[in-house]
């Protein structure tokens, strides 16, 4: 299986690296993440085809006018605007009836002349709907539209009066589908469908080394759509706090915090993502995770023969902070010593280390150490420390010394070359993006526990490039 980094190999759980500026601990950091969504102009295209009918009526009653029209609609062009979308129809092969009539008041009566009847046939013309859409912070979804249908061909008893119907404005329509778009929307529950995200989000994510990372969220953050250049563009995003510890809480006793409303959120709409999260690990963590790779481990070493010779066993080994200010940690390490001296005696030694960082090599090595055996011989400790000192530099000082460089490298490649793929978060939707840098800051050898700070930078993005609908919306 290879050899277990046990003392920092934690850091590189998620492969970062690290700098030695000092500051003041943080039991939970605060941080902010937004990511641009880009919704291609084909598909909300192909959103409108789709919801166009094949055949358009056209029916408007009022005191002084009646039409009842049908038309055959062929779809055309989509504009983008500011803040909304024009969708442009033909039509054709249309036939219909319109009554006029006027009216007029005297002496406080309303008095109308009789209704004037005419059917047409051969009817062409255009349509077009305009819509603008705004999300509301219960994340309803607000809206305003229009239809407009112009009359371009009429015919009427095997005459062209086309012109005649645009000199009394008869060939013009208005319809308002401000309550259409209303009950439309009222269909889309985009509550019920962010609340899970929002509840997995607050699972503890198990890491390497019975760590894991614990994330709460506080607010999600939106930016109002736009059209720029045929793409709708707007922006998600999070306000959360955010640690990393060890992973003692199960999953399903995790309460969740309940959804809040959405919050508008102002700022560049650039994707750059940059979180600094605190990471922890106490001491006793540590020491586990040192038994799990030490505990029966058994050394040997050959002799002036060429033979593997057995001579140490550690039995028990403990991580601790370091009672000697110079250093940064004491292990305590017990083994069966296979030596004439030692034979079949549980030998306790301490080993005080500095444990420094390299950032050019992206390098933990050890800057110094101490060794100290206690026991009341002293010919017997100082044989017992020029074995450790041996011991230690050929075989335990190599598992506190870990190279992160080629680890971070290529979990780095590795989560790049997914990205740079795009990952399928559901259908028509796609996120991409790219890690440009990991780092761990602040990392100190604590009185109760090992702490650091996670940083990483990037980008990420989310293109929707299908949007699917289940109605018609202007049958």
Not at 111 to 132: H, T, V, Y
Not at 209 to 234: C, M, R, W
Not at 328 to 341: F, G, H, L, P, Y
Request: aromatic residues 10%; positive net charge; proline residues 3%.
């Amino acid at each position: 299986m290879g050899k277990q980094k046990w003392l920092l190999g934690f850091l590189a759980a998620s492969f970062f690296s690290a700098n030695a500026q000092q500051q003041k601990p943080a039991t939970s950091i605060n941080g902010k993440v937004s990511i641009p969504v880009i919704i291609r102009g084909s598909a909300i295209d192909a959103l409108l085809k789709s919801s166009t009918p094949e055949r358009q009526l056209i029916n408007e009653k009022t005191e002084t006018q009646d039409v009842d029209f049908a038309f055959n609609v062929s779809d055309g062009a989509t504009q983008f605007n500011s803040s909304g979308i024009v969708h442009h129809m033909s039509l054709s092969e249309g036939a219909g009836m319109i009554k006029k009539r006027s009216c007029r008041t005297v002496w406080n009566s309303n008095l109308c002349s009789p209704w004037i009847s005419m059917r047409f046939n051969e009817i062409r013309g255009k349509a077009s709907f305009s819509i603008d859409a705004k999300l509301n912070a219960d994340y309803s979804i607000a809206t305003k539209g229009k239809l407009i249908t112009e009359i371009e061909n009429l015919e009427w008893a095997g005459m062209n009066i086309t012109e005649i119907m645009k000199t009394f404005g008869w060939h013009y329509f208005e319809k308002d589908l401000n309550d259409l778009l209303a009950k439309e929307c009222s269909q889309i529950d985009l509550k019920n469908k962010i609340y899970p995200l929002w509840v997995n989000l607050q699972q503890p994510i198990l890491l390497k080394y019975n760590l894991a990372l614990l994330i709460q969220p506080k607010q999600v953050l939106y930016n109002d759509l736009y059209f720029e250049k045929g793409v709708g563009k707007t922006k998600i995003g999070l306000l959360f706090s955010a640690r990393i510890g060890e992973g003692t809480v199960a999953p399903a006793s995790v309460t969740p915090v309940p959804l809040p409303n959405l919050t508008l959120n102002a700022g560049a709409n650039d994707g750059k993502i940059e979180c600094h999260i605190p990471l922890s690990l106490s001491y006793p963590a540590i020491s586990q995770i040192a038994k799990d790779s030490l505990k029966g481990k058994i050394f040997s070493r050959k002799n002036k023969k060429g033979k593997a010779i057995q001579y140490l066993e550690i039995t028990d080994i403990d991580v601790g902070h370091s009672r000697l200010p110079q250093y940064d940690i004491a292990i305590k390490v017990e083994s069966n010593i296979q030596r004439t001296i030692f034979k079949k005696r549980r030998v306790p030694v301490y080993f005080y280390a500095k444990i420094m960082y390299d950032s050019a090599t992206a390098r933990f090595y050890v800057k110094k150490y101490k060794v100290d055996a206690r026991t009341k011989n002293f010919l017997y400790n100082l044989s017992l420390e020029t074995l450790a000192n041996q011991v230690f530099y050929k075989k335990i000082k190599s598992y506190l010394e870990y190279n992160a460089g080629a680890a971070i490298a290529e979990q780095k490649k590795s989560v790049n070359d997914l990205l740079q793929k795009k990952i399928n978060i559901a259908k028509g939707m796609q996120l991409s993006g790219k890690v440009q840098e990991v780092a761990l800051r602040n990392l100190q050898f604590l009185p109760d526990q090992l702490y650091s700070e996670l940083m990483w930078k990037g980008y990420a993005g989310i293109e929707v490039s299908e949007l699917a609908s289940n109605n018609e919306m202007f049958r």
